[in-house]
């Protein structure tokens, strides 16, 4: 992997951005970090340049195509033609359709769909005229099956699932060499939990299983290297994916049992003073860092993730196993 890439990522001041700012940095990436709150772009900025990059923290609305505009000219400007743009950034409301405004809908949409749109335009605007470059899509299990409670950012996913496809055979179409690229994520472990809006009882979860951030942070930089179309990170967005295929109404049901007790702990919130970050940063003036409260469940590998990096050499192995079991069995019926 060169060290001299120049890598944008949106949504970098706290959880898998953040975790994928420094995995960048220790390739010895210059590193163009975009969200929000000031203190976690501060953080990100000084664990980019502890662990080997260079950073620029520009401070970005990610739902304002001007914002990301600007703050890809000034990165271009710092540092030279983006090589890779992951658009991490998201938002989301914990609640039933019924208790989510319009107006709610509409900034999740935003923030999580257009964020990306956004970002994806300003990364071709500079890739396009050297027909170089990789965008980074960071997904979810959840761009494939829905599940109780996050409707806004479930139906967002899926839209961005839809842009993403329509992009593709548009590349393709226009015999682009710039790779376009999508890590679906699990459950992660980030900080977006103790700020997302939420309307629950109690104080929201990730579903379980859940990973640490920096699982996928090395599927992301991973994938700005070898562009696969599609990564899956942890055996849970695999199974979703498959289960939906297989059988929809199964998971309907099973998800109308279990789906919204899975995303809360026993532990009841104050709703009078939980502050959320949909509209503002929570705590400004706070570096929140990767990881949020469930580190000690948190997995810190996947196997379908090593699995799937290695995949060359377990197909060979596997196959030399399968000629070298052949052979022997040829040669005991010689025998």
């Known amino acids: 992997m060169s060290s001299s ?24 990436a210059s590193v163009g ?29 990610v739902a304002d195509a001007e914002q990301v505009d600007d703050a890809a000219a000034r990165i271009e400007e710092a540092f030279g033609p983006i090589d890779v743009w992951v658009n991490n950034a998201m938002a989301s409301v914990f609640a039933r359709v019924q ?25 071709l605007r500079s890739m396009v005229p050297r027909d ?45 060499s710039i790779r376009l690229s999508q890590v679906d994520l699990p459950a992660m472990n980030t900080p977006q939990f103790g700020w ?13 299983p859940i990973y640490a951030p920096e699982v996928a942070a090395d599927a992301i930089v991973w994938a700005s290297e070898h562009a696969p179309r599609t990564l899956n990170v942890g055996y849970p967005t695999l199974l979703t994916k498959l289960g ?17 007790s899975s995303q809360q702990t026993d532990q009841p919130i104050d ?28 997995r810190a590998s996947s196997p379908l993730l090593w699995l799937a990096k290695r995949k060359p050499q377990v197909v060979g192995t596997l196959g030399g196993l399968a000629g070298l079991a052949g052979l022997l069995s040829v040669t005991r019926k010689r025998r």
């Open 5 to 28: 890439r120049v890598v944008v990522i949106t949504g970098a001041s706290a959880g898998v951005g953040r975790a994928t700012a420094i995995a960048f940095a220790r390739t010895g």
């Open 33 to 61: 970090l975009l969200a929000r709150g000031q203190a976690g772009l501060d953080g990100a900025a000084r664990d980019v340049e502890t662990y080997g990059g260079r950073a620029l923290a520009i401070p970005t609305d």
């Open 99 to 123: 208790d989510v405004s319009a107006d709610e809908f509409k900034r999740v949409t935003e923030v999580t769909y257009l964020g990306s749109v956004n970002g994806t335009l300003a990364a």
């Open 132 to 176: 170089a470059g990789t965008i980074v899509q960071v997904g979810s299990a959840l761009a494939w099956r829905g599940i109780p409670l996050q409707a806004a950012y479930c139906g967002s996913k899926h839209a961005l699932q839809g842009f993403v496809d329509s992009l593709r055979s548009e590349l393709l179409a226009d015999d682009r």
């Open 196 to 208: 997302v809006r939420t309307r629950l009882p109690n104080h929201p979860q990730p579903v379980p």
């Open 244 to 260: 939906n295929k297989v059988s929809p109404a199964l998971l309907d049901w099973y998800l109308s049992r279990d789906g919204i």
């Open 271 to 298: 709703a009078d003073s939980w502050q959320d970050n949909l509209d503002k940063p929570v705590d400004a003036d706070t570096d929140h860092g990767p990881h949020g409260i469930f580190g000690d469940r948190s």
